[in-house]
């Protein structure tokens, strides 16, 4: 079965950091696109980055570009998100998800992040 | 990088169909047919519904179905049940990156 759990949400002060990580199992992860998507309350999803399954392509949402950092550990079949220089407009539940046809195939739980002093 | 365009709220009775559009631009919906639906449940993960427009994955009801018609894609659910209650959401590849509608909520009266 194809899962991924997130963790590492919680609460910082605004400049703050964090590290999310993902942990898949049930599937080849070295060979997938990962990807982090997020959900402010009450807003729609928002794509944060991706990276492709050698970790050799990149893209970032221009929002986090130079704060946030994807990567992965393939060994570990495991993704991150380093977030820093937290703002409060970067509260939001923080999803990890599969890439497959185009599209994300499968999503965790979510982990929640609240940036508030 | 601005978010596609979906209604805030639509809603049928059970066994009537419902359309929720998903509006964007020609560098994302109307440039390139990866536009992909998720549902959402309070507390769940999302889920998958339709991928490239009108593909649906294993598992989902043949009672959804997409379509494009320039810069506006269209998700369909036909034979509303109850359990279709939920937060829709569009997507779209924008090259290189993605972008999301704001998420409509699909109410089954």
């Known amino acids: 079965e194809v899962q991924l759990v997130e963790s590492g949400g919680g609460l910082v002060q605004p400049g703050g950091s964090l590290r999310l990580s993902c942990a898949a199992s049930?599937?080849?992860?070295?060979?997938?696109?990962m990807r982090w998507v997020r959900q402010a309350p009450g807003k729609g999803l928002e794509w944060v980055a991706d990276i492709k399954g050698d970790g050799s392509a990149k893209n970032y949402v221009d929002s986090v570009k130079g704060r946030f950092t994807i990567s992965r550990d393939n060994g570990k079949n495991s993704l991150y998100l380093q977030m820093n220089s937290l703002r409060a407009e970067d509260t939001a539940v923080y999803y990890c998800?599969?890439?497959?046809?185009?599209?994300?195939?499968?999503w965790g739980q979510g982990t929640m992040v609240t940036v508030s002093s | 990088q601005s978010a596609l365009t979906q209604p805030p709220s639509a809603s049928g009775s059970p066994g009537q169909s419902v359309t929720i559009s998903c509006t964007g631009t020609s560098s994302d919906v109307g440039g390139y047919n990866y536009v992909s639906w998720y549902q959402l449940h309070p507390g769940k993960a999302p889920k998958l519904m339709l991928f490239e427009v009108s593909k649906r994955p294993s598992g989902v009801p043949d009672r959804f179905s997409g379509s494009k018609s320039g810069n506006t894609a269209s998700l369909t659910v036909s034979g509303l049940q109850a359990e279709d209650e939920a937060d829709y959401h569009c997507c779209s590849y924008a090259g290189s990156s993605w972008v999301f509608g704001g998420g409509t909520k699909l109410t089954v009266l």
């Open positions: 998800a599969r890439g497959w046809y185009w599209a994300f195939d499968m």
């Open positions: 049930g599937f080849t992860f070295s060979r997938d696109w």
